[in-house]
């Protein structure tokens, strides 16, 4: 039950409940009905030979019946005349009833004859001199069974229609109030997808509890988006702010160092400019990334020949790549792309420097289209990322390995959070296969035109 929609429970719940209600109504209604069917035909019965017993008489000895006024059939009552000895003076009783049962003054009788059952009511009608007579009727029980019979008939035919439209109608009257509850679990799905905080729930104007909800939400996306921006803000000011005194510090440590001061204090300068020049480049990153991130930014896009920017990328790589490694290009000719260049320069960047960083000796450079997707693929052949690390690398300052990183390589935890950055601004994904020891291939496919 609980893999199944709210819609289609609320459906089933009340369906159920609307053929369990007009069960016991139609079974409630078939019972009182023959009640009263029952009661009508014991009364019809009763006053059909109360009335034929007016009219039989005896006239100097012999029975005299006044046919114009005795009903042999009436509302599907036979009436017949008995003698006081119980002989059949007159009429016909029904076909199959052949028995004659005792005779009871003005009571009814329930005789089955023929498998079918049937209502049978005396009267004694006495004399002063002549013998008594006795006016019997019979009212067969189909007469009456009939009508409660078609009850449950039309029931039968109606009770199921009814129901199908009750499931139907309520299950399109529900998926109508469930509607804007599946706009906003779409929307909400967007914005975490795109990391959109700019999008709102958009719907018909409406005051119910779904339209409050949804106004709650973007409420809240709103004062998340002013948040948000103020930190990106805040990030963006102290990087400027502190790129002066870090410029200045490392003049003032190359300067130093030009004096070639000797013993700890020329070691003390090396670290001191090291560390500078750590923290310059953290601020360079932090600026790219709050740059990126902001809601206006927009990548301009402009139709390049990738081929040729990508082999230039990588031959001017190629002059800085420590010796013992190679770096191996699969780059066709003439394939054209837009990109933002800068940007596209700078992801290859970052993802060159990673590869070379954690390579043996191999790097591989490919480039591809397909179905009107670009894709640019970078391997090596180094230590790989453990398959737990691999969603973690994308975070910003995450460092999948610290102990190799920081110091020793000058990582910082900012080179991929910017790839991806990049990647979504050209509207398209980067994503990472990897192996622990077996290496890492990262690869940006975004669309041509
Ligand atoms: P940085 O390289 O400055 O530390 P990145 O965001 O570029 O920051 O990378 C995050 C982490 O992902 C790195 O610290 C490293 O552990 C891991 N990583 C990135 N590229 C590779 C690679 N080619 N091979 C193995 N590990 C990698």
Redesign the pocket.
Known sequence: MKHLSIKLRITLWYTMLMLLILLLVLGVLVTISETIIQDTAENVLVSVVDFNAEEVDYEDGVIEIDDDDFDYFKDGVTSLVYTSDFVLASGEPPRGFQQVPTFLDEQIQRVTASGEQYLVYDHRVTFKKDPELWVRGILPMSAISGVSQSISRLALFTLPFLVVLAAVGGYGITKRAFQPVRILGETVASITEGKDLSRRVEMEPGRDEIHTLAQTFNDMLCRLEQSFEAEKQFVSDVSHELRTPVSVILAQCEFALSQQPSGEAGEALQVIERQADRMNRLIV?LMTITRLGQANFRAELEEVDLSECTLALCEDHALLIPAGMELVCDIPSGLRARVDLPLYTRLLQ??L???F???QNRVEVSLGAKGGMVSLR???D????PPE?QD???????????S???EE???????????RQIALLHHGEVT?E?APGQ??V?TFTFPQG
């Not at 180094?382 to 990322?385: A, Q, T």
């Open positions: 990153h970052n993802l420097q990673n590869a960083k954690y390579a970078v391997g090596d180094g230590i790989g990322i690390e973690r690398v994308w975070w910003r300052f995450y460092q999948a390995n610290p190799r990183t920081a390589s000058g990582s910082m935890g900012l080179g991929l959070p910017i790839v990472l990897s290496g890492s990262f």
